[in-house]
């Protein structure tokens, strides 16, 4: 199915990082595909965020190369990667507490740099009307959800090609989780590639193109969402179910 | 008549007090700053503030040498000269001193800050000697404000009403660039979290050094200001100017902006109002005593946001 999309967007080759002496990620190869939508899941501690970090240089990459649309990242400053068209909505959601939501919002046009001097607010502000609604307010006084979707759309404000999201559930209420991942699928279809990192396997496997799932630092499996959900492994480690051929 | 006397006394402390404290606030701006940006006491921010005082007597003697004779044009020239050149020590001390030691411990750049602090002073005290230095005083003249009913005065001299406005016209400036322009936007993102500012495309270091000229540059305007005021400084004045600018960040809330001019503010009244009525020898003991008094019911400061630990 990945085969006949265009170029890769992302591709990762044998890449290593390390945090401090521990090893976080291990010869780990994967690619997104222009137009897909591509999960990452494991458990807590794999390096799912490390693998999301070491995109923008923290920590390096210690070996092995990370190409984005063409140009090779591995070793560009951190502030140089997200005007290549690469947003993250990292862990924890990150937004500036202290600033309206209006300006953090604005803050994600930094991404834009040269390419586009059109930002994109109304288009969000209708995508999110809860922002729009609050976007005078302090961000800090919002809701897990509503800075959650904030997140996201500061992110969006720097019209990505390729937009990370770190376990947008996290944390959230299973009514606020299926309007996130309902939101996921709106941005996919508006033509943004979407690379997604959950523990919530189930639903972030029944959303993505393909999936990938790493261990302990290393790329385990990798196949379609279908094939995963499917698979004896996963559904014993990552969904909880216990398969009859035991 | 003593109601005259003393209203006369408050008066005429009220105007030297907001001087005064308009001075500290705008050296306070530097500390409080780069104290958000980094978390740094950037202790050689006082040295800087005595080399600007340098540099407008120089650029006045320079100026006045090639014939430029008109008082309020000599008075602008000098300021954004001496501004601009007190503003290029201030990035080039930030990127020999502590840019490198940005991923250093926390207190290595508090050494090399001292460090900066030493050079300076004994660099100006052989370039230019250690017997104080003087400017003449370019404005002469002053207002005489009549205060209640009984015949008392309040002097100002032009060079006070000039303090007054650059001062608060600085300041007011400089919080109209943070609040609602997009450097300033990125500066306070930077402060609030640099990790994810740099995520977004911000150049973090860029904001950084920055943040180190701003600051330079408004101990510049407070040097070319007190300079003109008094007329005579030496290599050692950045010192206690320095720390009384530092407790006036600190009174006011470290970190904060307003806090930083407000501390300024009323650390110069309330030496001021001690020094005009009880005794001027211990002005500073009462300065020090209210930043005590302060941290021990306000450990943040007075503006100051308490410091949350994330979880």
């Known amino acids: 199915m990945a085969e006949n999309r265009r170029s890769p967007l992302l591709e990762l080759t044998g890449v290593s990082s390390y945090y401090g002496p521990v090893r976080a990620l291990e010869d780990v190869s994967l690619v997104v595909y222009q137009g897909e939508i591509v999960t990452l899941i494991g458990a807590n501690g794999a390096g799912k965020s490390t693998l999301l970090m070491t995109l923008f240089g923290i920590p390096r990459a210690f070996k092995g190369s990370i190409v984005f649309a063409d140009t090779d990242i591995t070793h560009l400053p951190t502030h140089s990667i997200a005007p290549l068209g690469l947003a993250l909505v990292p862990e924890g959601r990150r937004i500036f507490p202290g600033m309206t939501v209006s300006e953090n919002m604005e803050l994600g046009r930094a991404a834009l740099g040269k390419r586009s001097r059109v930002a994109n607010t109304d288009y969000l502000y209708d995508l999110f009307p809860i922002l729009k609604e609050r976007r005078q307010q302090k961000a800090g006084t919002l809701s897990g959800g509503e800075q959650q979707m904030l997140a996201i759309a500061r992110a969006l404000m720097g019209q990505p090609r390729l937009l990370l999201l770190d376990e947008p559930s996290l944390g959230l209420a299973p009514m606020v989780v299926k309007k996130i991942f309902a939101l996921i699928r709106s941005i996919v279809q508006s033509g943004t590639t979407v690379f997604l990192v959950e523990q919530n396997a189930n639903q972030a496997l029944q959303l993505a193109d393909r999936g990938y799932v790493l261990v302990n630092g290393l790329v385990r499996l990798t196949g379609t969402g279908q094939e995963l959900l499917a698979n004896p492994e996963v559904r014993q480690a990552y969904l909880g179910k216990v398969t009859s051929e035991g | ?311």
């Open chain 2, 1 to 311: 008549m003593v109601a005259t006397m003393a209203l006369e006394i408050f008066a005429q402390q009220t105007v030297n007090g907001l001087i005064l404290g308009a001075t500290y606030g705008l050296i306070a701006i530097g500390y409080t700053m780069v104290y958000g940006i980094i978390g740094m006491i950037n202790f050689a921010h006082g040295e800087i503030y005595m080399v600007s005082a340098y540099l407008a007597a120089i650029f006045l003697a320079v100026l006045h040498f090639f014939g430029l004779t008109s008082v309020p044009l000599l008075l602008v020239a000098v300021l954004l000269a001496t501004v601009f050149v007190t503003a290029l020590y201030g990035w080039f001390v930030e990127k020999i001193a502590y840019r490198p030691l940005r991923h250093s411990t926390r207190l290595a750049p508090l050494i090399t800050a001292i460090g900066v602090s030493l050079i300076l002073q004994n660099y100006v005290r052989i370039a230019q000697g250690a017997r104080s230095q003087g400017i003449p005083s370019l404005l002469q003249g002053s207002f005489v404000l009549p205060v209640g009913d009984q015949g008392g005065v309040v002097q100002i001299t032009h060079v006070q009403l000039l303090i007054i406005i650059v001062a608060f016209l600085s300041m007011a400036v400089l919080t109209f660039i943070m609040q609602q322009t997009s450097m300033g936007r990125a500066c306070r993102a930077t402060e609030q979290d640099r990790i994810m500012a740099a995520l977004l495309g911000i150049d973090t270091n860029r904001i950084i050094a920055i943040v180190f000229v701003i600051g330079a540059a408004m101990a510049a305007i407070a040097g070319v200001l007190v300079s003109l005021n008094y007329g005579s400084f030496d290599f050692h004045i950045g010192f206690i100017t320095g720390i009384k600018a530092f407790t006036a960040a600190v009174l006011g809330g470290i970190g904060s902006l307003p806090g930083a001019m407000l501390g300024g503010l009323i650390l110069g009244l309330a030496e001021s109002f001690f020094a005009g009525f009880v005794n001027s020898d211990y002005k500073d003991v009462f300065a020090f005593s209210l930043l005590v008094l302060v941290l021990i019911f306000r450990p943040s400061g007075l503006l100051g946001q308490p410091q949350i630990t994330k979880v």
